[in-house]
């Protein structure tokens, strides 16, 4: 119960992307799958333009503030280069987007 526990208590940092936008979205948050799904729901917010987000990287951290100030970190880059750059040094992605490593 305990790695459960630390599980949970994780926050992480996390990129999504659109093929139909052709954008990627920032955020934060202790559950990744379950605001994948809140993403892709049709709602009034910037990600309810599409419904075809995928997680293309994640990091974890221990706490929310520190998960937040990542993503505000990237955000600030304001370069998608080096923002695909990060995902694909980090999980060999192909192609922006994919679903599958190489």
């Known amino acids: ?4 526990k630390a599980f949970f208590d994780m926050y ?3 990129i999504i ?3 139909k936008l052709n ?12 605001r994948l799904r809140r993403h892709n729901s049709n709602h ?14 994640t ?7 520190k998960a937040y100030a990542r993503e505000k970190q990237v955000k600030a ?3 998608r280069k080096r923002v695909e750059e990060l995902i694909k040094k980090n999980h060999g992605y192909g192609s922006v987007g994919s679903e599958h490593p190489d």
């Open 12 to 14: 992480y940092f996390y």
């Open 77 to 79: 880059w304001k370069n």
């Open 1 to 4: 119960m305990h790695f459960r």
């Open 17 to 19: 992307y659109s093929e």
């Open 23 to 34: 954008r990627f979205y920032y955020g934060h948050s202790n559950d990744v799958s379950g």
């Open 59 to 65: 990091e974890p951290f221990k706490t929310k503030a």
């Open 44 to 57: 009034k917010g910037w990600t309810g333009k599409a419904n075809d987000w995928v997680i293309v990287y």
